[in-house]
């Protein structure tokens, strides 16, 4: 009787320290305070072993996780309730299955995603210019962080003050969109920060810029949100990563990983994107 009370204490201050722990090493302004809690609770019955870490940094903070961990309460395109339930337990083991079996439902353009050629040209859909035939050297390689000014929308104006060196290939582009952490946000929120068609015209025509990344839903501002994306989208050449989680990286030149799913005939896909020191 008295070895399973200590025991069951001894679990519970372990779990109590790991919790501190947990907590500790995670700094004021760490990207995962905000994120739901509730994951990773301490459970007694089955012990610390299944605590499962969930990490927005790797490998001695040389790997840097870009993408939005998909929860319902993640910001989606024009909802205002943010993505809500995208997986069902189809198949459970608490029903006599042989295992548990989930499936997704998502919109192709939801969390970080990438647009295909097809996402606003409707020849270029038909002609099957989809998510398969985005070119992976595009997708990874070196890649640029760059902090946006705060005050304006990313216009030719802005571009130009940027100051980006010819022979980069890979842009990403951290907006206030990533101070006012509006992918967490549940409402869409038509007044995040993006390409105005003059800025998207800009990067196209004086830049050797392939890869256009960006932290909120849409690397177009709102109130140009179709001829920007027309602007990229007409060469077949830039490809757009759009709702990157871009917080508590520095500046500067990194490797960027990104992979989307090979989804035959699809305009869009979700991406996972990694950035490496
Ligand atoms: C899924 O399977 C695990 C065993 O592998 C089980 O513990 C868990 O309860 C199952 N989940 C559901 C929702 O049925
Ligand atoms: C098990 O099946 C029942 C009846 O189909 C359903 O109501 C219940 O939600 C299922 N439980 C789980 C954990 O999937
Ligand atoms: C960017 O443009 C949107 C409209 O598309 C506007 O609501 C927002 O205020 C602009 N942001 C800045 C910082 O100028």
């Known amino acids: 009787m008295a070895t399973k009370t200590t025991r069951f204490?001894?679990?519970l201050l372990l779990c109590t320290a790991i919790l501190t722990?947990?907590?500790?090493?995670?700094?004021?302004?760490?990207?995962?305070?905000?994120?739901?809690?509730?994951?990773?609770?301490?459970?007694?019955?089955?012990?610390?072993?299944?605590?499962?870490?969930?990490?927005?940094?790797?490998?001695?903070?040389?790997?840097?996780?870009?993408?939005?961990?998909?929860?319902?309460?993640?910001?989606?395109?024009?909802?205002?309730n943010g993505l809500g339930q995208?997986?069902?337990?189809?198949?459970?083991?608490?029903?006599d299955s042989i295992a548990?079996?989930?499936?997704?439902?998502?919109?192709?353009?939801?969390?970080?995603h990438v647009d295909a050629p097809g996402h606003v040209y409707d020849h270029y859909f038909d002609a099957g210019f989809d998510v398969d035939t985005l070119d992976l050297?595009?997708?990874?390689?070196?890649?640029?962080?760059v902090d946006v000014p705060r005050d304006k929308n990313i216009t030719a104006e802005v571009m130009k003050s940027l100051n980006i060196p010819k022979g980069v290939r890979r842009v990403l582009f951290r907006t206030l969109n990533t101070d006012r952490q509006l992918m967490l946000k549940k409402e869409f929120d038509?007044?995040?920060?993006?390409?105005?068609?003059d800025g998207a015209q800009w990067l196209v025509e004086n830049t050797d810029i392939k890869l256009v990344?960006?932290?909120?839903?849409?690397?177009?501002?709102?109130?140009?949100?179709?001829?920007?994306h027309l602007v990229f989208l007409l060469g077949r050449e830039h490809i757009l990563v759009e709702g990157l989680k871009l917080d508590n990286i520095l500046p500067g030149i990194y490797t960027v990983h990104c992979l989307p799913l090979r989804l035959l005939g699809a305009e869009g896909s979700p991406i996972r994107c990694i950035l490496i020191k």
């Not at 548990?100 to 969390?111: C, W």
């Not at 050297?137 to 962080?145: Q, S, T």
């Not at 990344?213 to 920007?228: E, K, N």
């Open 190 to 197: 038509t007044s995040y920060v993006g390409f105005m068609k």
């Open 213 to 228: 990344g960006i932290d909120y839903l849409s690397v177009a501002a709102y109130d140009d949100l179709i001829p920007s």
């Open 86 to 95: 995208f997986l069902w337990l189809q198949g459970s083991m608490k029903n």
């Open 21 to 80: 722990i947990t907590a500790l090493s995670l700094s004021p302004s760490s990207p995962s305070d905000a994120y739901p809690s509730g994951y990773g609770a301490c459970d007694l019955a089955g012990g610390v072993d299944l605590i499962p870490q969930r990490r927005e940094v790797y490998g001695d903070g040389r790997i840097f996780d870009i993408t939005h961990r998909y929860t319902p309460e993640l910001a989606a395109g024009f909802s205002e």
């Open 100 to 112: 548990n079996f989930s499936e997704l439902r998502l919109s192709t353009h939801s969390g970080t």
């Open 9 to 11: 204490l001894m679990l």
């Open 137 to 145: 050297d595009v997708l990874n390689g070196p890649a640029l962080l």
